[in-house]
């Protein structure tokens, strides 16, 4: 079973949404057991902390309860994780110095590759905006998350 791995700055706004709502879908799907799902950020500046308050309120108000702690990245997880799928082209650049062999190198995306909409668009950092920001962070990512089940159930579904 694959393991996903999304990346976003801090691990308190976009990657934790992106990481809670493919879990729910790949919960609701029922298809995928024992594949591996997490998200960290570039940056430890949260480390340990919930998600950002706006993205819990903006991700409670459509079903999804974000309960994870921010993480930073670590050099073993481009070994470890199959997918790394970053928020941003700002990111995607960090996550190159991480990467130690081409297949690592191979592994990232941006998160948007798996959408129809804002395919291959940055996902627009939304920590100094407002509600309505978080908010467009969930529209895009439920895009990404419905074409990434997608891409992953015609892959690897065990049933
Ligand atoms: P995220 O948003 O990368 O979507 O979690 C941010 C959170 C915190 C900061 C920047 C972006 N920060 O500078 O602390």
Redesign the pocket.
């Given at each position: 079973m694959p393991s996903i791995l999304f990346v976003?700055?801090?691990?308190?706004?976009?990657?934790?949404?992106a990481e809670g709502m493919l879990r729910k879908k790949v919960d609701e799907n029922g298809t995928l057991k024992n594949i591996t799902i997490d998200s960290c950020?570039?940056?430890d500046?949260?480390e340990g902390q919930l998600?950002?308050e706006r993205?819990r309120a903006a991700a409670k108000s459509r079903g999804l309860a974000l309960t994870m702690r921010?993480r930073s990245i670590r050099p073993k997880d481009m070994e470890e994780f199959d997918y790394i799928l970053a928020?941003s082209r700002t990111?995607i650049n960090d996550l190159y110095h991480y990467a130690t062999n081409p297949q690592e190198k191979g592994k990232i995306q941006l998160i948007t590759a798996y959408s129809k909409t804002y395919h291959n668009q940055d996902?627009p950092?939304?920590?100094?905006k407002d509600a309505v920001d978080f908010d467009l962070?969930l529209d895009i990512l439920e895009d990404c998350c419905d074409g990434l089940l997608n891409h992953l159930t015609s892959r690897y579904s065990s049933t």
């Open positions: 976003c700055l801090g691990n308190i706004c976009r990657s934790p949404a950020g570039l940056g500046w949260h998600p950002d993205m921010a928020a990111v996902i950092d939304p920590y100094h962070v």
